[in-house]
């Protein structure tokens, strides 16, 4: 007998989990570079398309379709006869299949930036038809790990930490991005381009994880199921929250400033942490789960960018696979019957920690021999050039997934020795003034003879752009009516000022400033370059610096005259 209460909470439930990829494509295109955006999105789109037939054919069958300790049988295409309760077999089947496309759509953004279209493409079948199926059984088919007692309500192990490991394995395999770290290893921030998308992708996955978790009671029938569905929703919400607070906190200690990314990389943490044990675990229990994973998953982040070297451009590894462990052993701690901390001992922790182990065993062993044989016969990664021209252009054809906007992007370039000196920008910071009076070369030009002088000269200044408006104020001050303002991008040898993204220092050698050039005659050069340094005068590094030059000529084009005449504003 179908229940008309279980069918519909199940399908919305599936329907918001399927809108997760939407989240995912959000917050990866945000939280990467703008020349891979279409890329991005892509792959979204593409590993749910994949992964939706590939699961039909095979991976629910394997998944479902028996009770064996490790596998449960080859159903291709669904055929065989199914009992879920309650729900029609092809209910029960787009439910699984929204998880499915989630663990592989994880992998998308810790491969970011460098990974081959068609070998993701290869990996996404790969994952859905084989790799996540066997675990998936071990844990929710009835295999071996659910016959110990192993507990993961709604995919911290079967989902998340899938992904998350293949995430880092995939990641490992690829190498970092180009300009991802210096000549002696030193990580530098490569920011994402659009925060907005980021958040708001964050925003869509919270909602998402609504049906997610509290969908995962697959009904909605009696009263002990919708206590249960209102218990999972709220532990769901309170560890998500606490994350945040516990991830903004951390950063905001750790770093000087609350960190954007990694604070909501935090909620995307303590959601992941809590799926495991939603169900099983009271108010106090999910704060803790989720205060420990906003923290975590900033130190994580740290970890895999200067220690391991693991570029992961989104943070995925950190949120999905380390809070994806964690959130699973936290059933085996918080658990309100036989969780260690609720008087139950030590088994059911130890069963938890064998399904971490033995699923990442498995994942890691399985997807080396995949992406190994992609590697081999497809290739991984794009070719340096296609890397820095950007994915978008050369496996899409797209020149821009922002077209009518200029997407300048010169991160990828290794700016930090100066093509004037061996000394590069680690070995400045501890040299002495004279070696670095050294290694830059210094251009002096003699004063022009009275008769090459023009009287006409052009003041360009390289200055902050915070500081525009005070300038401008200075310059007008003293007479300056018109100017020419052009945004740049600065390059210095300084070390400067140390800011950091996700934990790792911004590259000071890329710095957006302000270039405004002024002409004149009539007023005194010294009097400009006075009014501009009152104005501009900070004391630290990135005031900015100001260039004199003699000009030889000037034209105005309305009215053909020239030299001082032409620089003359009055009519």
Known sequence: ??????????????????????????????????????????????????????????????????????????????????????????????????????????????????????????????????????SGHWIWGGGWLAQLGFHDFAGSTAVHFVGGVTAMLGAWMLGPRIGKYDKDGKPRAIPGHNMTAMALGVFILWFCWFGFNGGSTVSMTGDDTMISAGLICFNTNLAAALATCAALITTWVRYGKPDVSLTFNGALAGLVAITAGCD???????????????????????????????????????????????????????????????????????????????????????????????????????????E????????????????????????????????NTDLGQSDLAKASPAQVAAAVRVQKEEPLPPELDSGMHKVSMIVQLAKFDDLKRALNAVGITGMTVTQVMGCG??????????GAEIDSTLIPKVKVEVVVSKIPVDKIIDAATKALYTGHIGDGKIFVYNVAKVVKVRTGEVDYDALQDVE
């Open 280 to 386: 099983e675990v009271d108010p106090y229990g999910a704060a803790i789960i989720g205060i420990v994973a906003g923290v975590l998953v900033v130190f994580s982040v740290e970890f895999f960018d200067k220690i391991a070297r693991i570029d992961d451009p989104v943070g995925a590894v950190s949120v999905h696979c380390v809070n994806g462990a964690w959130g699973t052993l936290a059933v085996g701690l918080f658990a309100t019957d036989g969780g260690l901390f609720y008087g139950g001992g030590f088994a059911r922790l130890g069963i938890q920690a064998l399904g971490v182990v033995s699923v990442a065993a498995w994942v890691l062993v399985s997807m080396f021999i995949i992406f190994s044989l992609i590697k081999k016969f497809v290739g991984l990664r794009v070719s340096e050039k296609e």
């Open 493 to 502: 040898l300084q070390k400067g000022s140390g800011k950091k993204y996700r």
């Open 1 to 134: 007998m179908y229940n008309s209460a279980d069918v519909t909470w199940t399908l919305v439930a599936a329907f918001m989990v399927f809108f997760m990829q939407a989240g995912f494509a959000l917050c990866e295109a945000g939280l990467t570079r703008a020349k891979n955006t279409g890329n991005i999105l892509m792959k979204n789109m593409m590993d749910f398309c994949i992964g939706t037939p590939c699961y039909w054919l095979v991976g629910f069958g394997v998944m479902f379709a028996g009770s064996g300790a490790l596998i449960g049988g080859f159903d291709p295409f669904i055929r065989g006869s199914y009992d879920f309760g309650t729900l029609p077999v092809w209910v029960y089947v787009v439910f699984q299949t929204v998880f499915c496309a989630t663990a592989a759509t994880i992998v998308s953004g810790s491969m970011a930036e460098r990974t081959k279209f068609s070998a993701y493409c290869l990996y996404s079948a790969a994952i859905s038809l084989i790799v996540y199926p066997i």
């Open 388 to 419: 820095i021209d950007g994915l978008d252009v050369h496996e899409h054809g797209l020149a821009s997934a922002y077209a009518g906007f200029a997407i300048a992007d010169a991160s990828y370039a290794d700016l930090s020795v100066n093509e």
